[in-house]
């Protein structure tokens, strides 16, 4: 039987993790997947959640099940980051949140849940998008469409090609998925004027919006970086969001992201999310308890949330750091086309332009591993690398 399964590849970002292992060279550069490295180029440990693991370790109880809907103290906590503890519609109990393996997760459970609700639903997604989101979505049986979010020629964002093809094709009951900030693969976002248009725009067509929220903190600020979520989310009748602590608490194997879903009552609050918990049921049951109760832990005592906010704020002065030292460099090499879009661009991901060509001259040529579509991991340079890095790069730009 299983000679004819077909194969559909790897995802592109984990094959590009496995070459990188494989290769022998020793001054090899890894800007490909989404984690954040210190200046020592390692993927740490907050001291915030060692600290939460030790007082873990010495008060749990039980390893007895957690249920679909996984730890409620972390239940209760994700919404007020994402949505804040004024949020009107958490006042107005129109606001549930369900634990989920990581963010992928999240995204798989909405997914799942829009197909339970109507299947063949249209999911529209942004040019370029997260090399996962299209995967997921149409293995839930959603059907996907793009939008235009990105412009090549400044490399910033075409908030008009974008508004304007959606008014064209976009029709009521279709879903849309919009990157809350630090946007996968640009690091292009929509300022908050655009953020409020965007908004206008979903209402009045009677579109569904489905916000992915993947990198708060990263961008400006926790509260910063969700003002666009936050305005959609206290006008939305209905909405989504997959959301992950995995980059803004470093907690990346432990998988710990939620499903948020805001519905019009209480009432149909409670029905979308028995529907909610039968997708998890039958996906994969109920979600693992250590990095949920790691994250709660953090977040309920106010000298471990101090501290993780404090590192936090070093991870994100990091990122921008080795956005103008990038620049900096690329400069001194008298590489002359305007860079201004490294340090526009927020978060940990910059969208250079490379096409697969040059991509494929980094790797072969100065062992630097970029994501296939140009992409890089700014949170993967340090000063270990950046002159490497910047001698290939300007390489590729002369
Ligand atoms: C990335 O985009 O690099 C991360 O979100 C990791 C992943 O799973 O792709």
Not at 34 to 60: C, N, T
Not at 256 to 279: F, H, N, S, W, Y
Request: net charge negative; proline share 5%.
């Amino acid at each position: 039987m299983f000679e004819t399964i077909k194969s559909r590849g790897i995802d592109q970002i984990l094959a590009l993790m496995q070459a990188f292992r494989a290769d022998p060279r020793t001054n090899k550069v890894d800007l490909v997947v989404g984690v954040y490295k210190d200046a020592d180029g390692k993927v740490p440990v907050m001291r915030a959640v060692k600290e939460a693991e030790r007082l873990l370790i010495d008060e749990e109880t039980t390893k007895t099940y957690v249920g679909m809907a996984g730890d409620p103290e972390y239940c209760g906590l994700v919404p007020k980051i994402l949505l804040s503890e004024g949020s009107s519609a958490l006042a107005a109990g129109r606001v549930v949140s369900l634990q989920t393996p990581g963010g992928s997760g999240a995204l798989k459970v909405g997914s799942d849940l829009l197909n339970s609700i109507k299947p063949d639903q249209k999911l529209w997604v942004s040019t370029p998008t997260w090399a996962n989101h299209v995967p997921v979505a149409t293995d839930a049986g959603l059907v996907t469409d793009q939008y235009p979010y990105f412009r090549p020629s400044d490399r910033g964002l075409d908030f008009e090609g974008m508004m304007a093809h959606l008014d064209q094709h976009a029709v009521a009951g279709d879903a849309i998925l919009l990157h809350a900030c630090c946007h996968n693969p640009t690091g292009v976002d929509p300022n908050f004027e655009q953020w409020q248009s965007i908004t206008d725009f979903v209402l009045d067509r009677g579109l569904l919006p489905f916000v992915d929220c993947a990198y708060q903190g990263l961008g400006d600020g926790m509260e910063q970086d969700v003002a666009g979520l936050r305005h959609i989310a206290e006008r939305a009748p209905e909405m989504l969001i997959a959301s992950s602590f995995s980059k803004n608490f470093g907690i990346y194997r432990e998988r710990v992201g939620a499903i948020t879903i805001i519905a019009k009552d209480p009432q149909q609050l409670a029905t979308t999310k028995g529907a909610a918990e039968t997708v998890i049921r039958s996906n994969y049951s109920m979600p693992p308890s250590h990095g949920a109760r790691s994250v709660a832990t953090v977040l309920a005592s106010r000298d471990l949330s101090d501290l993780w906010s404090e590192e936090l704020d070093e991870m994100r002065k990091r990122i921008a750091d080795m956005r103008s030292a990038l620049k900096q460099k690329l400069e001194e090499r008298q590489v002359t086309r305007d860079l201004s879009f490294l340090t526009d661009q927020k978060g940990m991901f910059s969208y250079t332009g490379f096409g697969p060509e040059q991509v494929e001259g980094l790797r072969a040529d100065h062992g630097i591993y970029v994501a296939k579509d140009g992409r890089i991991n700014v949170a993967g340079l340090s000063s270990e690398n950046l002159d490497v890095v910047a001698d290939g790069f300007a390489a590729m730009l002369r």
